[in-house]
Every structure is written in structure tokens, then in C-alpha cells.
Nanobody
Framework: QLQASGGGLVQPGGSLRLSCAAS????????MGWFRQAPGKEREFVAV????????AYADSVKGRFTISKDNAKNTVYLRMNSLKPEDTAVYYC??????????????????????WGQGTLVTVSS
């Protein structure tokens, strides 16, 4: 089970940190991703981190502004979002991708490879 939190209303240029707490799985065996879905749009990839935190990847639209991190001891993945823009407004979802057989540095940007999804947390960027 994945529980996302940390969303809210923030002004343009502001920051938020999203958290996603995992339970019922061996967290260190999973790569973790963040996706988002804006109203009327399809779900899109935002960021991903490998199970050992050795590899990360970001969507071009958030590169340099967002940072993903993973704490295997706390079974939690984070998404630090800086310099937020109105176009970042969306429901943000965390997801887990079982990666034990794929290597420590493996990650995927495709939502189809992910096994479990959190319930989503709404981020609204507006003045």
C-alpha cells in the first residue's frame, strides 16, 4: 500500500515536498516513481528513482526544479518541488515498480510497468 501526502495550494515560485509512505512490501526491492494528471489530460511521468537510489530520471518539464529521493529505512519516497508553476497543477501519484530481478540501477518511465499506485495528492499552483 502506498500513501501519498504533502499536496496543497502554493503560489507560483513556491515549494512543496510530497511524501509517499509504503507498507506491506519490501521497499528496497522497488524502484519508485511519481506521475501526475492534470484535469482533462492523461497521466504523465514526472520522476523516478532506482531501488538503490543510484539512478534518477525526470521529465523535461520538471528537470532542475524537482528532486526525487528515497529513504529505504523509512519506506518513503519524496518529491521536492521548487519554483512551482501553474502548469504543475495536478494530482500527483506515487507508484512502485518491482525491480529485484532488474538490477539496482533499473528504472522505468512507463506507467505500465508499475505494480502499485497511491491514492494521489492534489497540488494546486495559483496566486
Amino acid at each position: 500500500q502506498l500513501q501519498a501526502s504533502g499536496g496543497g495550494l502554493v503560489q507560483p515560485g513556491g515549494s512543496l515536498r510530497l511524501s509517499c509512505a509504503a507498507s506491506g512490501l519490501t521497499f528496497s526491492n522497488y524502484a519508485m516513481g511519481w506521475f501526475r494528471q492534470a484535469p482533462g489530460k492523461e497521466r504523465e511521468f514526472v520522476a523516478v528513482i532506482s531501488r538503490n537510489s543510484g539512478s534518477t530520471a525526470y521529465a523535461d518539464s520538471v528537470k532542475g526544479r524537482f528532486t526525487i529521493s528515497k529513504d529505504n529505512a523509512k519506506n518513503t519516497v519524496y518529491l521536492r518541488m521548487n519554483s512551482l508553476k501553474p502548469e504543475d497543477t495536478a494530482v500527483y501519484y506515487c507508484a512502485s515498480d518491482f525491480a529485484l530481478a532488474s538490477g539496482s540501477y533499473y528504472y522505468s518511465k512507463s506507467p505500465r510497468t508499475y505494480d502499485y499506485w497511491g491514492q494521489g495528492t492534489l497540488v494546486t499552483v495559483s496566486s
